[in-house]
């Protein structure tokens, strides 16, 4: 399993979204074990959630936390399957409103580094 990171104040640039102008930096802060590469690809899926569903070009803050094992429910149907994962609670903060989002990260067969996205409902 890869280490813990903490992050105070990680800046994110050029997330190469159709906004990535107006989205040069960004407040990163909690633990998580993603590489700032892998911080970079999970945040494209939540950047054009952001800027296409919900009408924001900013995302001001991201705070991230690992979660405990056993807090999600595996499920095989899921593309990690039942392979070793980790799993993130990504608070998402953008134009005064907050989403969270479950992040996943596990290694494919190939010894790829593999991510999904997960828009949560609740914290």
Same mark, same amino acid.
């Given at each position: 399993? *890869?280490a813990? %990171?903490p992050?105070?104040?990680? #800046? #994110? =640039?050029?997330? +190469?979204?159709?906004?990535? $102008?107006?989205? /040069?930096?960004?407040?990163?802060? +909690?633990?998580?074990?993603? =590489?700032?590469?892998? &911080?970079? @690809?999970? %945040?494209?899926? &939540?950047?054009?959630?952001? $800027?296409? =569903?919900?009408?924001?070009?900013? &995302? =001001?803050?991201? &705070?991230? /936390?690992?979660?405990?094992?056993?807090?999600?429910?595996?499920?095989?149907?899921?593309? /990690?399957?039942?392979?070793?994962?980790? !799993? /993130?609670?990504?608070?998402?903060? !953008?134009?005064?409103?907050?989403? #969270?989002?479950?992040?996943?990260?596990?290694?494919? @067969?190939?010894?790829?580094? %593999?991510? *999904?996205?997960?828009? *949560? @409902?609740?914290?």
């Amino acid at each position: 399993m *890869r280490a813990v %990171m903490p992050l105070l104040a990680f #800046v #994110v =640039s050029a997330f +190469g979204t159709p906004f990535a $102008h107006s989205q /040069e930096q960004l407040r990163f802060a +909690g633990q998580t074990t993603a =590489s700032p590469a892998q &911080i970079h @690809d999970a %945040m494209q899926p &939540i950047a054009l959630f952001v $800027h296409n =569903s919900q009408n924001c070009p900013v &995302i =001001s803050q991201v &705070i991230a /936390e690992v979660l405990p094992t056993g807090e999600i429910k595996r499920d095989a149907s899921k593309p /990690e399957g039942t392979a070793p994962a980790t !799993y /993130e609670r990504w608070t998402v903060s !953008y134009c005064q409103k907050t989403r #969270v989002f479950l992040v996943v990260f596990w290694t494919n @067969d190939q010894g790829g580094a %593999m991510f *999904r996205v997960q828009l *949560r @409902d609740t914290h």
